[in-house]
């Protein structure tokens, strides 16, 4: 069964700071691993997704690497704004999925002070 | 991309009632997922929902207490039966519209998820 954590749980970082969050996963066999951001009322709205034939992929002040074979991936946040404060979850699809079942991990709850 | 509506946004409950959520889709699709998020957890998916079909449900759901319908391609409810306390969550809908079925993937699926109802069960 595929498990994902993420670290931190919470964050509290002043405007400007450059931010790491780290998602691991137990099952290396995936398709594509997402990080999502979840803003109370509004559901989820995918930032990035990486498949597994890739590294990283990059949007704007964020990019996304994938390391498949140790089971990790991390988000960085460049230049972090206030606008930024959300949850943020990392999903991974396994292979084998033709369901389209995603493994959510439990977040990282991100607060940018100004 | 897909646009998705849910209702009720929010609703607050008495034990041992039922609650219908509704999902609605702005294109037609033929996957939809119905998601749980317990306070402080990770989302969990409940089942999937085809039209035409019977839902498919994850372990530890079972179709007596989460029925689900989808009478179209546009359109799925599910309804949380005989609430207790531990039902209050966050209920998440999703859709996949491209590839889905499919026995292999691209690898750029990607689901488009409703805002969520969310439900106090006093």
């Known amino acids: 069964k595929q498990e994902v954590t993420q670290i931190p749980a919470a964050l509290s970082v002043p405007e400007g700071e450059n931010l790491v969050l780290n998602c691991s996963f137990t099952?290396?066999?995936?398709?594509?691993l997402q990080w999502f951001r979840q803003d109370p009322g509004k559901g989820l709205t995918s930032l990035l997704l990486i498949q597994s034939s890739q590294r990283e992929q990059t949007s704007g002040r964020l990019n996304a690497s994938l390391d498949k074979s140790s089971g990790r991936s991390t988000l960085y946040i460049a230049a972090s704004q206030p606008g930024d404060s959300a949850t943020y979850l990392c999903?991974?699809?396994?292979?084998?999925?033709?369901?389209?079942?995603?493994?959510f991990g439990r977040g990282t709850q991100l607060t940018v002070w100004p | 991309s897909a646009v998705i509506s849910q209702k009720p946004s929010r609703d607050i409950c008495q034990r041992g009632t039922s609650l219908t959520i509704q999902c609605q889709v702005d294109s037609q699709v033929t996957m939809m997922f119905w998601y749980r998020q317990q306070p402080g957890q990770s989302l969990t998916l409940i089942a999937t929902a085809n039209q035409g079909s019977e839902a498919t449900y994850e372990s530890g759901f079972v179709i007596d207490k989460f029925p689900i319908s989808r009478p179209n391609l546009t359109f799925s409810t599910l309804t949380v039966s005989n609430m207790s306390p531990e039902d209050s969550s966050i209920y998440l809908c999703?859709?996949?519209?491209?590839?889905?079925?499919?026995?292999?993937?691209?690898?750029?699926?990607?689901?488009?998820f409703g805002p969520g109802t969310r439900l106090l069960v006093l």
């Open positions: 999703s859709v996949e519209p491209a590839g889905t079925g499919r026995i292999i993937l691209s690898g750029q699926e990607t689901q488009y």
């Open positions: 099952d290396s066999a995936i398709y594509n």
């Open positions: 999903a991974v699809r396994n292979r084998g999925s033709t369901l389209g079942r995603l493994y």
